[in-house]
């Protein structure tokens, strides 16, 4: 008892005292023990966890109390954070704390955590940090994008859209769809150009579905052959790997004939380190070219 009454006073100095890692330790250590001794932690934490949240070893304290505490202590952690949700989102360590709360609270509950966000969703978005907190929500089917274009291109960005590709309902998916086809030339295209857009380009023509799929398979197949070809060969072969996976073999004369023009193109592909990928990854027979030189990089 003595113990945990002198730990009590230990929390909001987490993160500036000299044995810092040592509190933290002994506070983890008794929030896995349970009984009175978690009790005793978690009513030490109370008031204490917007401070506790931004240092590494009161980070470590509270992911371990969101991950054992109850419906109730979960609640009262998830209120203090609440009011400190657009800072914690940006830190290195309280984004983690928000993380592990997601995970542990109810469905019900994210609803209020995105609201709180709001308008600040696309900012988050492109945060190295916020864009996991959003992937965390979107993974629960919580919270709308906004700027689809800009985040698809952004390096921490795209990485909200694919998890909503994989995680999100299939609303979602169709939004990141009629998206990707609008514009000319379609997004869709701009995207398989640029390394963070392909990774998206791919994983769209891979987990859409139904018309949303043949649409953007359509959008990729329709290109004139250079455009193919110069995709082929370069970084950006996947997205017209994926887009061939995606028709199948019977998807229809376009995807048949597109595939007999780029397999006929196999040796020069070759040439290239990603062409080469690309007519194995594919299985591409080796045939005589057609006269239909590839785009200009």
């Not at 006073?9 to 500036?16: A, D, E, M, T, V």
């Not at 934490?45 to 240092?55: I, K, N, R, T």
């Not at 295209?189 to 998206?200: F, I, K, P, S």
């Not at 995709?231 to 997205?239: E, G, K, R």
Request: aromatic share 4%.
């Amino acid at each position: 008892e003595m113990a945990v009454a002198a730990i009590a006073g230990c929390p909001p100095k987490l993160g500036s005292g000299v044995d810092t890692m040592g509190t933290a330790n002994r506070l983890c250590e008794l929030l896995e023990a349970g009984g009175d001794s978690r009790g005793s932690v978690f009513a030490a934490l109370h008031g204490s966890v917007p401070q506790l949240a931004y240092s590494p070893s009161g980070c470590r304290v509270l992911s371990l109390a969101c991950h054992v505490a109850d419906q109730s202590n979960l609640a009262r952690l998830a209120v203090e954070l609440n009011g400190e949700l657009w800072t914690a989102v940006h830190s290195r360590y309280a984004n983690y704390v928000l993380r592990e709360l997601l995970r542990q609270l109810p469905l019900s509950q994210h609803g209020c955590l995105a609201r709180a966000l709001g308008e600040a969703a696309g900012a988050a978005a492109r945060h190295r940090h916020g864009c996991q907190t959003l992937c965390r929500l979107l993974e629960h089917q919580v919270g709308g994008l906004v700027d689809l274009e800009g985040l698809c291109l952004h390096p921490h960005g795209h990485q909200v859209v694919l998890a909503t590709l994989e995680h999100g309902v299939p609303r979602h998916r169709r939004l990141i769809a009629r998206a990707l086809l609008s514009g000319s030339p379609p997004l869709i295209l701009r995207c398989a150009r640029q390394r963070h857009g392909g990774a998206v380009a791919v994983r769209a023509l891979r987990w859409c579905c139904g018309l949303d799929q043949q649409e953007l398979v359509s959008a990729v197949l329709a290109s004139p052959l250079p455009v193919l070809l110069h995709l082929a060969a370069s970084l950006s072969w996947p997205v017209v790997a994926a887009a061939l996976e995606a028709a199948g073999e019977e998807g229809g004369p376009l995807a048949a004939a597109r595939r007999r023009q780029l397999a006929s193109f196999a040796a020069q592909l070759q040439s290239t380190r990603y062409g080469m990928r690309f007519v194995r990854e594919l299985g591409l027979a080796t045939a005589p070219p057609v006269s239909v030189a590839p785009a200009a990089a």
